[in-house]
T-cell receptor, first 116, second 109 residues
Framework: GAVVSQHPSRVICKSGTSVKIECRSLDFQATTMFWYRQFPKQSLMLMATSNEGSKATYEQGVEKDKFLINHASLTLSTLTVTSAHPEDSSFYICSARGGGESNEQFFGPGTRLTVL | GQNIDQPTEMTATEGAIVQINCTYQ??????LFWYQQHAGEAPTFLSY??LDGLEEKGRFSSFLSRSKGYSYLLLKELQMKDSASYLCAVMDSNYQLIWGAGTKLIIKP
């Protein structure tokens, strides 16, 4: 299957700092990328959907000024958590979907964010 | 509203068979996915059903009935490494995935 990478895999930061997470589709062009957040023992929560070259669509309750998403190319999307606080500590997972007939989403390995 | 229901937790014995059910109510339907997620890791794809019937893939099979809004994931010859959460997700009319809360499967020797 297609490969999606995420970097970094783990990050620990101080409260008030900003953290950038990269999501890359390594062997296919991702027309759409998704950003999820998952708290312990809970299901995935979709934060936003981004299409290459256009603004991301945020889910209700997700602050777009706090979670900045850039999908500048067909292989790269970034999520920046601005002015992170301890309650932002979570597992952030991206997924990517290519064009064509396949509806499958390919997941990155996730980024564990801990805000002190 | 949109809703995906699956049991919170199931326990089974190594070598046995287990069936994890999923019922859904969504605005439109463009397929149902099953994912496996080990603790601390991202989900990995198991199966995709868009037509009624059974899809078999090795030890894992997935069944779909669109008229009943129902699917199940069948795991045979259970192994300890199958201990994980199993997520049911439905793609709605907007091609968005609606996720269930996941079923934690515990395998005992």
């Amino acid at each position: 299957g297609a490969v999606v990478s995420q970097h970094p895999s783990r990050v620990i930061c101080k409260s008030g700092t900003s953290v950038k997470i990269e999501c890359r589709s390594l062997d296919f062009q991702a027309t759409t990328m998704f950003w999820y957040r998952q708290f312990p023992k809970q299901s995935l929560m979709l934060m936003a959907t981004s299409n290459e070259g256009s603004k991301a669509t945020y889910e209700q309750g997700v602050e777009k000024d706090k979670f900045l998403i850039n999908h500048a190319s067909l292989t790269l999307s970034t999520l920046t958590v601005t002015s992170a606080h301890p309650e932002d500590s979570s597992f952030y997972i991206c997924s990517a979907r290519g064009g064509g007939e396949s509806n499958e989403q390919f997941f990155g390995p996730g980024t564990r964010l801990t805000v002190l | 509203g949109q809703n995906i229901d699956q049991p919170t937790e199931m326990t089974a014995t190594e070598g046995a068979i287990v069936q994890i059910n999923c019922t859904y109510q969504t605005s439109g339907f463009n397929g149902l996915f099953w994912y496996q997620q080990h603790a601390g890791e991202a989900p990995t794809f198991l199966s995709y059903n868009v037509l009624d019937g059974l899809e078999e893939k090795g030890r894992f099979s997935s069944f779909l009935s669109r008229s009943k809004g129902y699917s199940y994931l069948l795991l045979k010859e259970l192994q300890m490494k199958d201990s994980a959460s199993y997520l049911c997700a439905v793609m709605d009319s907007n091609y968005q995935l609606i996720w269930g809360a996941g079923t934690k499967l515990i395998i005992k020797p």
